[in-house]
């Protein structure tokens, strides 16, 4: 059996310790270097890190002979410290109980009748984003990352807690951007974790006292949302929301409705996964159909012929429909060659191997803990951003090379100075 290759030992350990934010540089190098599949040292950690498209989906099945891999706890180490030190939906074991209780409860949310209900809000919030990012002109230097968060802010503070942030209305300093501030503090946090084990016993160091302040603050934001949704009393029967799905669950061993304690994890997880990945991955859209011409010519001709985009001719498009998201193939396209190169939730997903085990031809030992990458897509923002408007870098960003080198990890991949660009309204 060949022996799985690996970059040296020192080296990685080096690079994510040195520089967590940058480790999926490190990762995407060797990836291009060892293959689809290598093996590195990470701390006292044996692990497989898998991007063969094959071996991904062969151990992400839940049947067949991989169906027994389950989350690695180490791997979801620094996303706890985000839940108040306690799982999550996230970091549960799938094969646990308390994964089933909680995914069973929460998956009518995510219905295909539920989310299709949620579609005229994220209309309205993008149309929002839309004027707001009209009366700033073309001329204005805009962080379209920024701007992008807003949007997922307002959609997941709708459709996950009943909550209207009011975060695509404008774009200037309020509880919104305290709210993203506060996230992005704690993602940063959560991000160093992950990239040290040793961390909680540093206390000492000031940095490490400073991120426990931002946790801290992160904490204090999701205890007072949670507050809020008691304060409204038991959810409504018709209420669609994450939040009401959570506050209707019950504990299996007692049969009374969950404590706080117990429902502060949930609600910080919803919050923070559903957040800034969804945000970033618009950016990072907005940002690669920028670079290729071709490309934006492509997307805004299928608009065009879906009778979407804003023309002379037809200032005032129809509004979008839940149909039109599975209509729109290209943009669908140029969203997922866009998740390819930059997989917002970066840090992947992680398996542990319960047994040893064969993997791509190579013979993988009990405990060694195996990484890979996921995708999903934000249609509808997208399809009417890019209806409403051309999207330019702006200089301040040093072109592409400047975004390149601005790329950082704080659990999803993202451009760490903001994605500065123009906004040329259509038809232009
Ligand atoms: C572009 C958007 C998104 C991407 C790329 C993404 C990525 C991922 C990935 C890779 C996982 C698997 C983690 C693992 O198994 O280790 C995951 C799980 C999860 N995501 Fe997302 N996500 C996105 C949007 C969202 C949204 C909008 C929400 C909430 C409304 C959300 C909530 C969750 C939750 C709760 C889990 C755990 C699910 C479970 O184990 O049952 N994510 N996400």
Request: aromatic fraction near 8%; proline fraction near 7%.
């Amino acid at each position: 059996m060949d022996k799985l290759p690996h970059p040296p030992v020192s080296s990685f350990v080096r690079g994510v310790a040195k520089c967590g934010r940058d480790s999926h540089r490190k990762l995407t190098q060797y990836a291009a270097q060892y293959g689809g599949i290598y093996s590195i040292r990470f701390y006292h950690q044996k692990v497989v890190v898998l991007s063969d498209p094959t071996i991904v989906h062969q151990v992400l099945a839940r049947e067949g002979p991989f169906g027994l891999l389950d989350k690695a706890a180490a791997g979801y180490f620094g996303i706890d410290v985000l839940t108040f030190g306690r799982p999550s939906l996230l970091s549960h074991p799938t094969h646990s109980d308390a994964w089933r209780h909680v995914r069973k409860s929460v998956s009518p949310a995510f219905a295909t009748r539920n989310i299709k209900n949620g579609l005229p809000h994220v209309v309205s919030v993008a149309g929002q984003l839309v004027s707001a990012l009209k009366a700033l002109g073309p001329e204005a230097v805009v962080d379209m990352d920024r701007a992008a968060q807003r949007e997922s802010l307002d959609v997941i503070g709708r459709v996950g807690f009943g909550k209207d942030y009011g975060a695509t209305r404008c774009l200037g300093g309020d509880e919104a951007e305290s709210a993203l501030s506060t996230l992005q503090k704690g993602m940063v946090e959560a991000q160093k974790y992950l990239s040290s084990p040793l961390r909680p016993y540093l206390w000492f160091f000031p940095d490490v006292r400073k991120g426990r302040r931002d946790l801290n603050a992160f904490h204090s934001m999701i205890r007072v949302l949670l507050a809020e949704l008691r304060a409204r009393g038991p959810p409504a029967d018709d209420d669609t929301t994450i939040a009401a799905h959570l506050l209707r669950m019950r504990d299996p061993a007692t049969g009374l409705p969950l404590s706080d304690e117990q429902l502060l994890p949930e609600v910080s997880i919803i919050f923070a996964a559903g957040l800034e990945t969804t945000g970033h991955t618009i950016a990072w859209t907005l940002y690669l159909i920028s670079q290729h011409p071709e490309a934006e010519a492509r997307v805004v001709s299928e608009l065009d012929a879906a009778g979407l985009l804003v023309t002379g001719s037809c200032p005032h498009p129809r509004t979008l429909t839940f149909d039109d998201l599975g209509n729109l193939p290209y943009l669908s396209a140029c969203i997922k060659e866009s998740m390819r190169m930059y997989p917002v939730a970066a840090s992947g997903t992680s398996r542990e191997a319960p047994a040893p085990m064969l993997l791509g031809g190579y013979h993988i030992p009990k405990g060694t803990q195996l990484w890979s990458l996921a995708r999903m897509n934000y249609t509808a923002a997208l399809a009417l951003l890019l209806s409403s408007f051309s999207f330019r870098l702006a200089a301040e960003m040093g072109g592409e090379a400047g975004v390149r080198a601005s790329e950082c990890m704080s659990v999803t991949l993202q451009p760490s100075k903001g994605l500065l660009m123009h906004c040329i309204p259509r038809p232009c």
